[in-house]
Every structure is written in structure tokens, then in C-alpha cells.
């Protein structure tokens, strides 16, 4: 029997051990590599990956909107990906030394970490897409975002005290700026934001669907 690997599965974790890719820190998009657009979050403390919309149609109505994003129109393309050639070129060459024993030079960033052992077969270089995220893992950390952040979960939810700040910050949605009355901080609902019989509602929705195990105690408290 003759087999062929034509694609890999994963998290996005597991993407960079079996690509070779940094999917960490400022440059951890493997399509657009040194061409991320991100910010990095001076209250949240965590990097910020920006301007999705130029992966959309030049033409698309998303482009052209402002309040809703970050106060300005978007106009650039979609970045170019490197080829499979490319990206060979890059690895070809790595000397890959396993283990933290090896001192790393700070003045240098490097976004390929490694040669990925896949590329040892030799059709590996010619193929299109090499490893593919797998989307039950995307839509589980979405939903559990979503779900967290309309309950105003504590310690989960992703609309707090720094994520505000993080917009004072960065000048946008002025609506959702933080307000001090000299003794404590009022946190102005966003269009998001649900009182507690809806929250109530929500819940009673949920209980007759299978509700994540995490989520119970916290519906609980709710009901």
C-alpha cells in the first residue's frame, strides 16, 4: 500500500510545531508573516492582531466603514503568501538545535523556528497547503468567548476595565471609555451588554441545548 500526505489537522498551537512557523509574539500570522498588522495592548498586555478587512473584496461594503472599526477606511490588499518554494528556500538551511539549552540572540527575530520534518518527502515542497487549522477548535474558542462576555462571566469575560482602556488608548469607540466619578469607575454598557432577566432568558434558552461543562455553575448562579 502507497500513502500520501496531503494536509495536517491541528490547533493552531500544533500548527507551529508541525510547520516549523512561529505562531507566537508580533509576527504569528503564517500568511502574512512579517506583514502582520498588530498592536500591542499596553492594558490588556496581550497582542492585538488588526485590519482583517483587506482579506476581503476590494469593493466590499466593510471596507468603506469607520465607527464601526477603527475609526478609518481600509485600502490595502491582501498580502501576497510565499510560495511553496519559498518557504523551502527559508527552511532549506535551518540548523535546528532541540532543547532550551541554546542561548537565543534577542537582536534577532526569527519567524521560522525549524524545518519541519515533512519536508524530508519530496513532493512535501510542491504542495499548496501543507497544514490546515481545524475549524471545531476555532469555533470552540469563538463560542466560548461570545458566551463568556454576554454573561459578564468574572474573570472570563473580554469586556473589562483594561479592554476600555485599551480603546481610550487607541482613540476609538469614545461611547465605551471608561468614566470616573472621583471614587469609582463606571463602565458604560456596550450594545453587547444584557440585563439580568435577559441574561435569565439566555440561560433557559441554553439548558435545552447541551450546555459546555465550564458554563454550569455559572448559569446557576444566574438562574
Not at 441554553?206 to 455559572?218: A, H, W
Request: charged share 25%; net charge positive.
Amino acid at each position: 500500500m502507497r500513502a500520501m500526505l496531503f494536509c495536517t489537522m491541528n490547533d493552531f498551537p500544533a500548527y507551529g510545531n508541525l510547520s516549523g512557523y512561529s505562531v507566537k509574539g508580533h509576527h504569528a500570522c503564517p500568511i502574512c508573516e512579517e506583514d502582520t498588522s498588530y498592536i500591542q495592548l499596553k492594558h490588556g498586555r496581550k497582542i492585538a492582531y488588526t485590519r482583517h478587512r483587506h482579506f476581503l473584496k476590494p469593493h466590499h461594503p466593510y471596507r468603506r466603514l469607520k465607527k464601526a472599526f477603527n475609526e478609518s477606511q481600509e485600502h490595502e490588499n491582501v498580502p501576497i503568501p510565499l510560495t511553496d518554494g519559498q518557504v523551502f528556500q527559508w527552511v532549506e538551511h535551518l540548523n535546528t538545535v532541540f532543547g532550551k539549552t541554546q542561548k537565543k540572540d534577542k537582536s534577532k527575530t526569527f519567524i521560522w523556528k525549524k524545518r519541519s520534518i515533512f519536508f524530508y518527502l519530496s513532493y512535501c515542497s510542491d504542495l499548496d497547503v501543507r497544514h490546515c487549522i481545524d475549524v471545531m477548535h476555532m469555533e470552540k474558542n469563538v463560542c466560548d468567548s461570545v458566551i463568556e462576555t454576554l454573561l459578564n462571566i468574572q474573570g472570563k469575560t473580554k469586556d473589562g476595565l483594561n479592554t476600555r482602556q485599551d480603546l481610550v488608548d487607541m482613540g476609538i469607540r469614545s461611547q465605551l471609555h471608561p468614566r470616573s466619578d472621583g471614587k469609582k469607575i463606571y463602565l458604560p454598557p456596550a450594545c453587547h451588554t444584557l440585563s439580568r432577566k435577559e441574561k435569565i432568558n439566555f440561560c433557559q434558552c441554553l439548558r435545552q441545548v447541551k450546555v459546555p461543562q465550564g458554563y454550569s455553575s455559572n448559569i446557576k448562579s444566574l438562574m
